[in-house]
């Protein structure tokens, strides 16, 4: 083997007789190694000097064989050394702690530059650690229960360190990224699967994977005291949490939950929406029964609902959506009573809330969001809609009168969900026919009338969805529509215009009430 400057500044001893060995045994110079390295500083030149023993401990790695590394695995001696060097290198390669505050570092910090020097490094040296059990897998003297028993000394902090600088991010260089990436997959190749999902959750519902080793590593880090300190912490709790789904889940719910609610909860943006959509993807993911129980769902429930007074769009866009796949959860938890009172009903409660901001709303963006969800909303409720017609009615006319860009997103979205109220209460419907009436022919009347930039797609289909909308109306009004717009295709000029008045004209009368299920109100 050939000598490195690392060897000579370790405290070898050599057995005497038979012979020196070639090269001194792995329970001397890995221990040796670890100490060596923790002494040294963290000045700018003990930093070098770690870079230089990590480039060398690499060089050696890349020398020895298998059988060199590995040879004390049963005795677990050498497995526990291994997992010291992964912790001390990805602390060696860690990113620089923030204050308590959570303040960012900025993206070009030379020690952001600095770390992902550093990461490269490590990588290698994890990487040359993999190959060496990789190839233990074919060895008769090791063989393949060494893998096993290395994975669980080492499997969470090398996970960790690959998803870290694995990420686009900036603390990341394009090398850092590319040599994360190929120890993933190094990493992967060794438990012998074929995707990230797989190693975490197992090939099967009934095999353990290593999510709950994951997170059992990044609990230190995810407590109300620790978690804003590691910038990529976050990041790397949410990546690993969306890769895992039902049914494997649910049983570790206990351990992902609470640092959702912690990400939810802070008052940065951007740690909104990333916990919003930890906490949504474990609605989609967890039984519902798991989330009812120790009144889960009531506080994920009052904690997105802190939300709903948010003004930002980029957080309703994730919200609302969330809330939409929790209040079927929440109705159908055990001991709450069948009927209730509207106010007491969480999705009148939530409807009730989004109307009350939505009237007066004036920023775009945010009306788009709350517009784009609304036919969720109506379809969720179904015939319990009745009991807001009054204030939809007014939201819905307000937002058909007001132009929002090319894409026309709000008011296509508007006509839609009075698409799915007429369809849900059309019953209520006559009584508010003038209203409708009008506000719909206004909008037709705008939509061919316009001279901006809006594409002719979205023209058609403003003119399609508010024509469906005018004959749905006529049905459950038994052709009042018919009567209230006798002599307006005459007078118009238009003749896309002309041709939807004609549609609805020429529509026969049928008896709504025929074609729809009984509904009581």
């Known amino acids: ?21 070639e ?78 505050d959570g303040a960012e570092l900025p993206c070009k910090d030379p020690s952001y530059a600095a770390a992902a020097s550093q990461a490269a490094d490590v990588s290698l040296v994890f990487r040359s650690i993999l190959a060496k059990v990789e190839a233990a897998k074919g060895s008769e003297e090791l063989g393949c229960m060494v893998v096993g028993s290395f994975l669980r000394q080492v499997a969470g902090p090398m996970y960790i360190f690959a998803v870290t600088h694995a990420a686009e991010k900036p603390w990341n260089k394009p090398r850092t990224q590319s040599l994360a990436q190929d120890l993933l997959e190094d990493l992967l190749q060794v438990w012998g ?9 197992g090939a099967t519902e009934d095999e353990e994977g290593w999510f709950a080793v994951v997170m059992q590593s990044l609990k230190p880090e995810l407590t109300k005291e620790t978690w804003q300190r590691n910038p990529a912490t976050k990041h790397v709790f949410s990546w690993t949490l969306q890769q895992v ?59 997105l ?51 009350t901001h939505m009237e007066p709303e004036h920023q775009l963006a945010l009306r788009r969001v709350y517009a784009k969800n609304l036919p969720a909303f109506v379809e969720r409720l179904g015939i319990h809609i009745a009991r807001h017609l009054k204030r939809l009615q007014r939201v819905i006319v307000g937002y058909l009168e007001v132009y929002d860009g090319p894409e026309e997103t709000a008011r296509l979205a508007m006509l839609e969900t009075l698409k799915r109220t007429i369809q849900n209460a059309w019953p209520r419907m006559t009584s508010r026919l003038t209203v409708l009436l009008q506000a719909l022919l206004r909008l037709m009347w705008d939509t061919v009338t316009d001279r901006s930039s809006t594409p002719e797609p979205v023209t058609a289909a403003l003119l399609q969805g508010a024509t469906e909308c005018l004959l749905l109306l006529d049905r459950c009004s038994h052709g009042q529509v018919k009567v209230l717009l006798q002599g307006v295709q005459h007078s118009c000029q238009d ?27």
């Open 245 to 303: 789904t039902r049914p494997w889940l649910g049983p570790h719910l206990e351990k992902v939950l609470p640092p959702s609610l912690l990400l939810s909860d802070d008052y940065r943006i951007e740690n909104k929406i990333l916990g919003v959509q930890c906490l949504h993807h474990i609605i989609r993911n967890v039984p519902g029964a798991d989330l009812c129980q120790f009144n889960r769902a009531q506080v994920v429930h009052h904690a």
């Open 305 to 355: 609902s802190n939300h709903l007074y948010s003004k930002e769009a980029q957080l309703m866009q994730v919200v609302l959506p969330c809330l939409l796949d929790l209040l079927p959860i929440l109705e159908r938890a055990p001991g709450r009573p069948s009927r209730q009172l509207p106010s007491a009903v969480p999705s009148d409660k939530v409807l009730r809330l989004v109307l």
């Open 193 to 201: 699967c074929q995707s990230v999902p797989e190693f975490l959750r």
């Open 495 to 521: 003749d896309r215009l002309k041709e939807c008045l004609r549609k609805v004209e020429e529509e026969h009368v049928e008896s709504f009430i025929s074609t729809e299920p009984k509904r009581e109100f």
């Open 23 to 100: 090269y001194p045994p792995v329970e001397q110079v890995l221990p040796q190694f670890l100490q060596l390295f923790a002494s040294v500083g963290a000045q700018q030149a003990s930093s070098k000097t770690k870079r230089g023993m990590v480039r060398d401990l690499f060089a050696i790695l890349e020398a020895i064989d298998c059988q060199w590394l590995l040879r004390g695995w049963q005795e677990n001696s050498t497995l526990v050394v291994l997992r010291d060097l992964v912790v001390a290198l990805s602390t060696y390669a860690a990113l620089p702690q923030r204050e308590h």
């Open 1 to 21: 083997m050939e000598r490195h400057s690392l060897l000579d500044s370790l405290q070898l001893t050599l057995p005497e007789g038979q012979g020196a060995p």
